[in-house]
């Protein structure tokens, strides 16, 4: 599936841009940023090991996870740990992962079988 393409990609940019922030911050900020890429990865990993219900609860847990990446990339972009062009960079791969997760979510909520 792309989006775990997408996703090796994005962290394959995120590591190493990540180690020129500020080491006074590594334990703290980079640490999170870090961790909810990760936990982002590992949620849909779980989800592709799972069907129905559970699935989309990863799903929803990969969402919240790509949310909290998206406020430690803000942060980075404001305090100037990443420049402009870096910001506009990982902000088209976020997006772009953020639509593939979408479209997961989509085909795999319960279909309603009543015309509204």
Same mark, same amino acid.
């Given at each position: ?56 609860? =990863? ?9 909290? /990446?998206?406020?430690?990339? !803000? $942060?980075?972009?404001? #305090? @100037?740990?990443? =420049? ?9 791969? /976020?997006?772009?992962?953020? !639509? $593939?997760?979408?479209? #997961? @979510? ?11």
């Amino acid at each position: 599936m792309p989006i775990f393409t997408k996703t090796a990609d994005f962290l394959g940019w995120l590591v190493p841009c990540s180690n020129h922030f500020p080491k006074l911050h590594r334990h703290t900020i980079t640490r999170r940023l870090m961790e909810a890429a990760l936990d982002f990865q590992e949620s849909l990993l779980e989800a592709n090991f799972r069907r129905g219900a559970e699935r989309l609860k =990863n799903l929803e847990d990969a969402d919240l996870f790509l949310s909290k /990446v998206r406020l430690y990339l !803000r $942060l980075a972009y404001n #305090w @100037k740990w990443i =420049n402009m062009g870096q910001y506009e960079h990982v902000g088209k791969m /976020v997006a772009e992962l953020g !639509r $593939l997760l979408g479209g #997961w @979510k989509r085909v795999t909520q319960p279909r309603n079988n009543f015309i509204k």
